[in-house]
């Protein structure tokens, strides 16, 4: 199921302590080190302790049981800093709804929260309508450099940086291993080879799905296409995110190759409904050989009493033939933002530096939160990278964006999503699907109508 | 216990009840009006101040230009272009014409079934509590978890319906469907009670003496029940199509408007244009649009029915 | 009924001894679902094929509600829900007996607004009320809730009572003298207790209205989350927690089913009061 419990993260850390030792262990030198690093700020805090700040962080739960990575992250940071109090707000799950809420009370005048977890691709939206703080006015460049290649780009608009990045996350390729071995398979480079692998595991019966994914019509359908779509070499947007540069030929090759999945038999027809859970409960009820998802999914898929569990690779994404290896994974993850109407915009600044510092990513680094760092230091770290498999070959994955640096990027992904899984479900042509798909970023770039 | 009609029609009310007798003199006339005042008084005005300003707020907001500033909505000169950009987006046609047919068919489907559930309830002798209860279980499941239940039992990975009816959330219309066979589950318990409680009104006589003539069970349905249950149904449809016509949650969770947006209704396009797209302007529109639509429909609906929604001084 | 006049038919396997089984069967089929899925382990509540009965029962789906705070949740669902239903039913039926029975005029159009108040879009109105209640400093307070919500079910239930006063007989009316001071508990003691269904039917409909909503409880009241708010923040981003979820509802179901209870005779009597009636 995909509600993780105690004892089964007990276990995902059990499983983890051949190669980090205990968890607690791992956890605690990680903080002595950290502390190491994060001692003049400590004592430059401790000395006016007498008036406390209180602030407020919004953000939705992270994990879903067993230590809660947010207050671990909260607990540490008012350790070194005590003068600064952090109150916690659980956010709902789903981004939607937690944007609609932020949106209404931002906009509204909200002084609280003062700090809040959003989605890597609000900043574009978030910065255009006046509801984040743009953090280089109040960082130095120096700042941003603590964070790996590419991501504070994700974090900015127009050249301002309103996000810091928390933790980092992109698409995988998790498989079965016992499957593939009895086949003498290899793990696939290329998506033709996936496709007729898949195909033929479940023309043998071995699996009743080949291949499960997110295909259903919503935000994670614009993160599947994109990864497709990037390894025929297309773009979506121009250089300065102004205008749609989207290829209909790449286009349509991307999509009737996802097509062709369902209509080979290598990806169920219900793909088309899918998101992360689907894929998710597929794969981990021992119905699916391959799954395209998050990280998260590493340790799900081999938790205790999972059909899957023990038998589970993970690979970088394949590409198209004819392509280098490996194939274009997309950026997903959590930012750090401030609300413009805070009154503490300096407490703001420190608890945004302790948690996207070596301390704060060095927790969700290590069990039982297993986040990938957004801070180079810590992610280049070999300790860091031999925690699990994932991390592992973090370094050896090629990352693409989406493009939310559009103001409109809602419109935008809704016009690539929507045809996406038109073309999945076959209720448009790959062909169709593409043009109706140029037309509609096109327009929702240039409008912002919403309509 | 004294007669509780919902809406009485002429066909039923003895002379001494439904229009007021015009034999009252003026004085106490005027003095029964004042009173009247006194009395609604306290529920108009809690009514107009909580509603009227951020009513009004949401129909300014579509005429105009709205941005967010760091100090809130700023407003940048008054515009049709909100109502012209809506009109002509295909999107809106879209959803206007998903809830229109996703309303009527909802609320048909489940008058039907409800006035059947009805009468099979007000024939029972017993239990009829148990069953009053039972019906309001679904009724009362907050949307969002009705929705989830209903994803749960769809699910293409495990959903114990997936077997019978696969990927039933797949394409258009087979999503429309299972959208309104979750819709149906959910709110025929609210048509049935609405029409159990007009159905047992009916004096029991009306029957005895269609009894006498010699009228099968058929004909006493169609030419005594229904005609008697008219007022009652007509408020029962009223208020589903009203509701109905709003659909937002059970979609929302269910079918997040997919597959594509085929399955989005105008509250959610509205919902969507404001707060995920952050464009107040045309996302008022949008909403002041399903407004008007179900008030000109009320209005439809209230002459239609005039004689029993709206009785008395209904002008002509 | 029409089939209530066929005499002698059969006794226990008539028109609505088996009109009822398969309604209950209608309803009680998805809500077995439900409350068998919520009592699953973990990893049953996605196993598959599906499992037809829990085996073996598990509490965890009800720890993990309990654990996000559900105790609460329900809490402030009660207060908000009971409170505004009082506000509702005390304020709509003065209205609606005004409306229905004394002679003023302009009835009518108060009528026709009502009706537009009450359909109009809840989503469009947040934004204004948010401003409103962030000014007057009610963030996160109940009576966030409880007044928008009295204010947009007042109409609906006034539209109903209104209905209900509409029937009740004249002459009893008159022979106690609505008039002067003592109007009010004249109302109160004679006239009311002739509508009780109508407040009931109100009532449970304003109930279940503040049950459920969502939209406004997320934006003016996250500090006091009610259920629908609550169970939003259950889980984490790809999950879906059934379990959790229909535990929730299964225990939301309580207070629903125990007004329906306590209220019992009325509504019973209240649906029945007409056949006796004759």
Partial sequence: MKRTTPERRGTIAMSRRLKAGSAVGALASALMVAGVVGAPNAFASTRHASKVTTITWWASPISTSGPDLRLTEINAFEKANPNIHVKLETAPTSTDTNRADLVTTISGGAKSPDVFMGDVIWPGQFGAHNLALDLSKYEPKSFFNRFAPGLVAGASYKGQVYGAPFFQDQGFLYYRKDLLAADHMSVPTTWEQLKSDAVTLVKQGKVKYGFVWEGASYEGGTCDFMEYYADTGGQVLNATDTKSVLNT???????????????????????????????????????????????????????????????????PLPTFAGQSYPGYSTIGGWNLYINPHSRFISADLKFINFITGVQGQNIEAH??????????????????KALNPPFAILSKTRLIARPAQSPNYPKVSQAIFSNFNSAIAGSKSPSAAASAMASQVATAVSSSSGL | MASTELAPGKVVAPPSRGAPPKILPDLIQRRYARLGWGFAAPALVVIGIVTIAPIVFAIFMSFEHVNVTSSGFSFTGATFSNYHLMVTSGLWQHALWWTVVYTIVTVVVELVIGTIFALVLENLTGGRGLMMALLLIPWSLITVISAELWSYIYNASFGVLDSIWP??????????????????????????????????????????????????????????????????????????????????????????????????????????????????????????????LVVMMCLVFLRAFRQQVGKEEVPA | MSMRIHRGWGRYFNFSTVGSFIIALFVIVPLYWMVASSFKTQSNVSASPAQLFPVPVSTSSYTAAFNDGFAHFILNSVIVAVCTTTLVLFLGTLAGYALGRMPMRGKYPIMVTLLMISVFPTIAVVPALYVVMRTIGWLNTYQALIFPYTAFNLPFAIWILRNYFLGISRSMEESARIDGAGALRTLVQVIVPQVTPGIFTAGVFTFTACWTEFLMALSFDFGKKTIPVGIASFGAQFTVPYGAYFAASVLSVIPVAALVLIFRKAVVSGLTAGAVKG
């Avoid at chain 1, 069990?367 to 860091?384: C, M, Y």
């Avoid at chain 2, 269609?210 to 169609?222: L, M, R, T």
């Fill in chain 1, 249 to 315: 030929a790449k286009v349509t090759k991307a999509l009737a190759f996802v097509r062709s999945l369902v209509t080979s038999g290598a990806s169920p027809a219900a793909v088309d409904t899918f998101q992360e859970p689907q894929a998710m409960d597929a794969f981990q009820n021992g119905q699916a050989a391959f799954l395209r998802n998050w990280d998260y999914a590493y340790a799900e898929a081999n938790a205790k009493g999972m059909k899957s569990a023990g038998k589970v690779g993970v690979a």
């Fill in chain 1, 367 to 384: 069990p039982p939160f297993s986040e990938i760092p957004t801070n180079q230091a810590v992610r280049s770290d070999p300790k860091v």
């Fill in chain 2, 167 to 292: 990927n039933a959330l797949g394409t258009p219309l087979s999503a429309t469907l299972a959208l309104m066979v979750a819709d149906v589950w959910k709110t025929t318990p609210f048509v049935t009670i609405i029409v159990l409680a007009g159905l047992v009104m009916i004096p029991r006589e009306l029957f005895e003496a269609s009894e006498v003539d010699g009228a099968s069970s058929w004909d006493i349905f169609w030419r005594v029940t229904l005609p008697l249950l008219r007022p009652t149904i007509g408020l029962a449809v009223l208020f589903r199509a009203l509701q109905a016509f709003g659909i937002f949650d059970l979609p929302y969770v269910l079918t997040s408007g997919g597959p594509g947006t085929s399955t989005q209704s105008l509250a959610i396009l509205a919902y969507n244009t404001m707060f995920t797209d952050i464009n107040f302007g045309p996302g008022a529109a949008v909403a002041v649009s399903a407004a008007l």
